[in-house]
């Protein structure tokens, strides 16, 4: 069964939204496979997001993603990556469709309230990013 990374951006839990934003996922029919806080450095939040370093908007990124903590989940389901970008909606609020997440709780195309894996290979590296090994053998007992 597939996996992805899903990230409760700072905004998402400065605003109290971590609940709605859950049952929005069980709601989808997601498995949470295993949930935790985090407060990201400055170090780590420039290497989870170095795909994108360079770019105009970077360091501002960088800046939000460590101005509170976040709340990281792996999430599984048959196609979790494309199903959970599909809830999520577009990455600026203004073009995500009626009933996504970032539709409904997304301020800016910066402040968009959730982060997910892009692809089945990223997903991978982005959950082993955040999760040790251990974790991982505890969700996905057949590995071990
Ligand atoms: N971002 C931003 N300005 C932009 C584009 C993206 O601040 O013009 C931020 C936003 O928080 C986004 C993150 O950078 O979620 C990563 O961008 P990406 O293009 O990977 O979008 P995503 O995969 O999150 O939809
Ligand atoms: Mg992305």
Redesign the pocket.
């Known amino acids: 069964m597939e996996q992805t990374l899903a990230i409760f ?1 700072p905004d998402c839990i400065e605003r109290k939204l971590m609940g709605k934003i859950i049952t929005m996922i069980e709601n989808a029919d997601f498995a949470i496979l295993d949930i935790k806080m985090v407060q990201l450095t400055t170090t780590a939040a420039r290497a989870f ?1 170095a ?2 370093k360079g ?3 970077f360091e ?2 960088i800046e ?2 460590t101005e509170n903590p976040i709340l990281v989940a792996v999430l599984q389901k048959e196609n979790a990556v494309q199903d959970w ?1 599909d809830l ?1 909606g ?3 609020p203004e073009h995500a469709g009626d009933g996504t997440i970032r539709n409904e709780f997304g301020e ?5 309230t959730v ?2 894996s ?1 692809s089945v290979t990223h997903a991978k590296e982005e959950i082993a990013f955040f999760f040790s090994r251990n974790e991982l053998l505890r969700i996905n007992p057949q590995k071990s």
């Open positions: 951006k997001y795909v994108h770019k105009p908007f501002k990124l939000f993603m970008r999520m577009d990455t600026d800016t195309v910066r402040r968009n982060h997910g892009d």
